[in-house]
């Protein structure tokens, strides 16, 4: 896999019938290797080693639903009392981030509440931020780390 625009992580891949598996910490087993995995899995690495997202707080693929439509989400950090605070969008490197992607996934997150929303192709990481009043998301410069949304009780 191409390297991305997030540090080096080390990961258990297998190989089987000429198909590589990447080890997912979360769902505790091997999944298929695709573009997409290797951005969600470098990406949870990310969100956990740098930033400091425990990793019993992260789901992955949570399946939602929106007008009676099936979704999934790739990557759910929610709160310590369960609420979704932050989505994570992954799209595959070659994938460009474009508004109308950023607009799609605002709207499923709008539904959920989540206060922070992130969309990655692994080399662009693009995150906004909820008002609460005005419902509409406003981009910031940095992906907040866990340490300091808990001391300013935003996490809780």
Request: aromatic share 12%; hydrophobic share 40%; with cysteine.
């Amino acid at each position: 896999m191409d390297p991305l625009n997030l540090p080096a992580y080390s990961f258990k891949i297998r190989t089987e019938n000429q198909k590589s598996y990447i080890f997912d910490s979360i769902r505790k087993k091997h999944v298929l290797l695709t573009p997409e995995e290797w951005v969600r899995q470098n990406f949870i690495r990310f969100l956990n080693e740098e930033k400091h997202y425990p990793l019993g707080l992260i789901a992955v693929e949570t399946p939602f639903k929106i007008n009676r439509l099936t979704k999934r989400s790739d990557i759910v950090v929610f709160k310590r009392d369960g609420n979704p605070w932050i989505m994570v969008e992954c799209k595959a490197p070659q994938v460009e981030i474009a508004q109308k992607v950023i607009d799609q996934i605002a709207r499923y997150t709008l539904h959920f509440k989540a206060s922070f929303l992130i969309v990655t192709n692994g080399l662009q990481h693009y995150c906004l931020k909820l008002d609460q009043s005005s419902q509409k998301y406003t981009f910031i410069k940095e992906i907040p780390d866990y340490e300091n949304m808990i001391e300013s009780g935003i996490a809780r």
